[in-house]
């Protein structure tokens, strides 16, 4: 597989379930991305990871825990979630983190959570 | 702190017209301004980025331009097509980060 790719493609998940989405890029970048896309708003960026450290945190809740093995794979573990935190998830990667990298997204999951 | 707006929001064009989409920000001490294509629940494809030092760019059918000093993008499609029909957002990165800010998007229809 080339690009990065995102599983599942679509979860839909109660508020006492705990899930977890997966991210692989096979670009031989150093930086992943976790973002949300929510209805009507624009994309928020959630956490950075650049060679495997966790380099932004942009105020997201607990119940949200990203993992980062390596520089090839990006976790999102998710436990008692609301059903406000239904959205499109997208995992993105960039050769360093840098400003002037372009990011590369896949193509998401969708979460429901009821 | 960085807002990005986009406008149209929505924007509905018979095939064969050119058309330009409109990006504003509220700092303009940026590094770079990138737009983005999102096909229907799919994730986001990088169309063109533009330095801070550069005015334009061009891909094909799709040429963007940015001036800095009135913190302003445009996207501009010649010659659109159905297969144009996508959400096109423009990001660009905080100062001093590379947290990336983006639009709310345009959604563009090309009617055939």
């Known amino acids: 597989e080339t690009g990065v790719t995102q599983t599942p493609r679509h979860l839909v998940m109660g508020m006492t379930n705990k899930k977890s989405l997966k991210c692989e890029q096979h670009?031989?970048?150093?930086?992943m991305y976790w973002y949300k896309q929510s209805a009507k708003k624009p994309l928020e960026l959630m956490f950075v990871?650049?060679?495997?450290?966790?380099?932004e945190n942009n105020s997201v809740p607990s119940r949200f825990s990203p993992e980062c093995p390596n520089s090839s794979h990006l976790f999102l573990h998710l436990h008692t979630l609301q059903p406000e935190d239904s959205a499109l998830y997208l995992c993105?990667?960039?050769?360093?983190?840098?400003?002037?990298?372009?990011?590369?997204f896949g193509p998401g999951t969708r979460l429901t959570v009821l | 702190k960085q807002e990005v707006t986009q406008i149209p929001a929505a924007l509905s064009v018979p095939e064969g017209e050119n058309l330009v989409l409109n990006c504003s920000f509220t700092?303009?001490?940026?590094?770079?301004l990138q737009w983005f294509r999102q096909d229907p629940g799919k994730g986001l494809t990088s169309l063109l980025l533009?330095?801070?030092?550069?005015r334009e760019q061009t891909s094909g059918r799709l040429n963007a331009s940015l001036d800095k000093s009135s913190g302003r993008s445009t996207l501009y499609i010649a010659a659109s097509q159905p297969g144009d029909s996508a959400t096109y957002l423009c990001?660009?990165?905080?100062?001093?980060?590379?947290?990336?800010?983006f639009g709310t998007g345009t959604r563009l229809k090309v009617l055939a």
């Open positions: 993105a990667s960039s050769q360093s983190g840098g400003r002037t990298d372009t990011q590369y």
């Open positions: 670009l031989g970048h150093n930086a």
């Open positions: 990871y650049n060679f495997k450290e966790q380099t």
């Open positions: 700092d303009s001490a940026i590094y770079n």
């Open positions: 533009i330095q801070s030092s550069q």
């Open positions: 990001a660009v990165p905080t100062s001093g980060t590379y947290k990336y800010i």
